[in-house]
C-alpha cells in the first residue's frame, strides 16, 4: 500500500517508520522542513525508543521518504493519514486550524487525482469533525463526494510517548469509523499484520471512543491521586493497597459497572462514600473527585425525574425498585426517590417489582416497607400488566428480562423512560421510548 501521512509529530513519525518497516510505501509530509530533512537523512524527528534505527532503516530501503509538498504525496499515493496537531483553545476547544488547513490542501490535491483516493484522519477530534468539518473541506476543494468519489475515514491513535513503536505495534484494538464497507475493507488490510481485534463502526463513535479513553486513564490518575492523599494522612501504604486493589479483576479493574444506566444506590456504594468523605474532612484532606460522585450520582437520580416530567403526563408505572434486578433490597434505591419525587410532585405512581411485592414480603424488608416507606407500599402492585395498563409513562428501572417483552410489546401510546438499557437492540423501537444516556 502507498501512504501519506501528513505531520510528522509524535503520531505521525511513529506512524510512518512502523508503516514502513511493514512494508508499505510511506511517504511523510510536514510544513516543518527541517522534520522532512531529518525524515530523507533517515534520522527521527522525534525522541522515542527504536524509532530512529526504524527510521534509518526504512530510510535506507527506500521505503520512507518526506516532502513538505501535499499535492506530490497525495499524487504518490492511495490513502492519506492525518497526524496533525489538535491543541486547544484558551476556551477548551479544540483549535482546529491545522486539521482544516490539511483539509484544504489534501481537497486540492484529490481535484487533481484520476484515482480514488482515501482519508484517514487520526488526530484527536471532537465527535462529529471529521464528517461535519473536514468532509465539507475536502468536497468543496475537491468538487468531489466523499463515499462515491473519495474514502473518509476516522482510525484513532492510542499509542503512548516513551513507548510508542511498541504500542503501535501492539495496540488494544484497532478501531475505525467507517461510512461504508470500501473504507472499512481498505483499512482492514492496512492493518492485516497486526494481531489486535479489527472494529469498524461509525465515524462519530470512533471519535468519542478515543475521548472517553482518554477521560477514563485521567479519572484513574486522579482516583489514584486521591487515595494516596487519604493514606498519607491516615498512615496507610497506598502502593501496598492499590496493589491488591488491583488484584481485583471481577469489580475493581473489569467492565463491570461500566455500562451507563441510572444512579448506583443500595446498602453500601452512597453510605461508604459518604464515610470516607467524612473521614478525609477529619484529616483535613480534600477528595474532591470522591465528593464530585456523590454530586454526579445525585444529577443522574433528576435526571430521571426530568425524564418524566418533560413527557407531560401524569400516571406513571415503575417497572422495579430496588436498587438493582435480583434483589428486595430498597435502602437508597435511586427508584425509591424516584417514585417519592414524582408522587410528591402530583404525579400517580404505579410501582412493579418481581421481588418487591407486598404478598411476598418477609421478615425486616417487610417492616422496613412498612414503617419507613408506607406510602411506597401504597404504590405496589403484584402485576406488571397492570401497571402498565393504568400508566402513561413506563418507567423502566431494573433490568429484570422479562421486562424487554414487555417493552417490545409496549402499546404505541405509551412512553418508556429506560434506565437499564433494558434492550440491546434499539433498532425498531418507536419514538415513544426514551433512554437515559442512549
Ligand atoms: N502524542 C501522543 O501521544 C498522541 C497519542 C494519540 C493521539 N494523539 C493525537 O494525534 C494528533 C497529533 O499529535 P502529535 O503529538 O503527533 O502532534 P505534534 O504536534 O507532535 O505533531 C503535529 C505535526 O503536524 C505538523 N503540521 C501542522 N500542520 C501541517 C500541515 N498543514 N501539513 C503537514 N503537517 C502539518 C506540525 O508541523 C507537526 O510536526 C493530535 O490530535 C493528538 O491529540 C497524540
Same mark, same amino acid.
Given at each position: ?30 510544513? %516543518? ?26 530510510? &535506507? ?49 484529490? /481535484? /487533481? ?8 484522519? @487520526? ?10 468539518? +473536514? ?24 499509542? *503512548? ?23 472499512? *475493507? ?13 472494529? &469498524? ?7 468519542? +471512543? ?63 462514600? @459518604? ?38 403526563? *401524569? ?68 402485576? /406488571?400488566?397492570?401497571?402498565? &395498563? ?21 402499546? /404505541? %401510546? ?25
Amino acid at each position: 500500500m502507498k501512504i501519506s501521512i501528513l505531520g510528522l509529530g509524535y503520531v505521525g513519525s511513529v506512524s510512518a517508520a512502523c508503516l514502513a518497516d511493514r512494508g508499505a510505501h510511506v511517504v511523510g509530509v510536514d510544513v %516543518d522542513a527541517a522534520k522532512v530533512n531529518w525524515i530523507n537523512q533517515g534520522q527521527s524527528p522525534v525522541v522515542e525508543p527504536r524509532l530512529a534505527e526504524i527510521v534509518a532503516k526504512a530510510n &535506507a530501503s527506500g521505503q520512507l521518504c518526506a516532502t513538505t509538498d501535499v499535492a506530490d504525496a497525495v499524487a504518490r499515493t492511495d490513502v492519506s493519514l492525518v497526524c496533525v496537531g489538535t491543541p486547544s483553545k484558551a476556551n477548551g476547544d479544540l483549535d482546529l486550524q491545522y486539521v482544516c488547513r490539511v483539509a484544504e490542501q489534501l481537497g486540492t490535491a484529490l /481535484a /487533481a487525482k484520476k484515482r480514488r483516493h482515501t482519508v484517514v484522519v @487520526r488526530s484527536t477530534v471532537l465527535p462529529g469533525t471529521t464528517w461535519d468539518v +473536514v468532509r465539507p473541506i475536502l468536497e468543496n476543494r475537491s468538487g468531489l463526494r466523499a463515499g462515491p468519489d473519495f474514502g473518509l475515514c476516522f482510525n484513532p491513535e492510542f499509542l *503512548r510517548e516513551g513507548s510508542a513503536v511498541a504500542d503501535f505495534d501492539s495496540p488494544p484494538f484497532t478501531i475505525v469509523g467507517v461510512q461504508d464497507d470500501a473504507d472499512a *475493507r481498505l483499512l482492514r488490510s492496512l492493518y492485516s499484520w497486526l494481531d489486535a481485534e479489527f472494529i &469498524a463502526t461509525g465515524i462519530a463513535l470512533a471519535e468519542t +471512543v478515543k475521548y472517553v479513553n482518554n477521560c477514563f486513564h485521567a479519572l484513574k490518575v486522579a482516583f489514584a491521586n486521591e487515595v494516596g492523599r487519604l493514606c498519607r494522612a491516615t498512615g496507610v501504604d497506598s502502593h501496598r493497597l492499590m496493589e491488591i486493589f488491583c488484584k481485583d479483576k471481577k469489580q475493581n479493574l473489569s467492565s463491570y459497572y461500566l455500562k451507563p444506566g441510572y444512579a448506583f444506590g443500595g446498602s453500601c456504594l452512597p453510605k461508604d462514600l @459518604r464515610a470516607i468523605l467524612y473521614k478525609a474532612k477529619m484529616v483535613d484532606v480534600d477528595l474532591e473527585l470522591f465528593r464530585a460522585v456523590l454530586n454526579s450520582n445525585r444529577t443522574q437520580v433528576e435526571l430521571g425525574v426530568e425524564m418524566v416530567e418533560r413527557l407531560g403526563r *401524569r400516571k406513571v408505572g415503575m417497572l422495579g425498585l430496588s436498587f438493582k434486578a435480583g434483589t428486595d433490597d430498597l435502602r437508597e434505591s435511586p427508584l425509591v426517590t424516584l417514585a417519592e419525587t414524582l408522587c410528591g410532585r402530583g404525579y400517580t405512581v404505579r410501582i412493579y417489582d418481581e421481588h418487591v411485592r407486598l404478598s411476598q414480603l418477609v421478615g425486616s424488608n417487610k417492616a422496613y416497607l412498612e414503617q419507613k416507606l408506607p406510602h411506597i407500599s401504597a404504590m405496589l402492585d403484584d402485576s /406488571a400488566e397492570r401497571v402498565v &395498563a393504568d400508566s402513561e409513562t413506563i418507567v423502566v428501572g431494573n433490568a429484570n428480562p422479562a421486562f424487554r417483552d414487555i417493552v417490545a410489546r409496549m402499546p /404505541a %401510546d405509551k412512553q418508556v423512560v429506560d434506565l437499564v438499557r433494558i434492550t440491546k437492540d434499539l433498532r425498531g423501537l418507536s419514538t415513544n421510548y426514551h433512554g437515559i444516556g442512549w
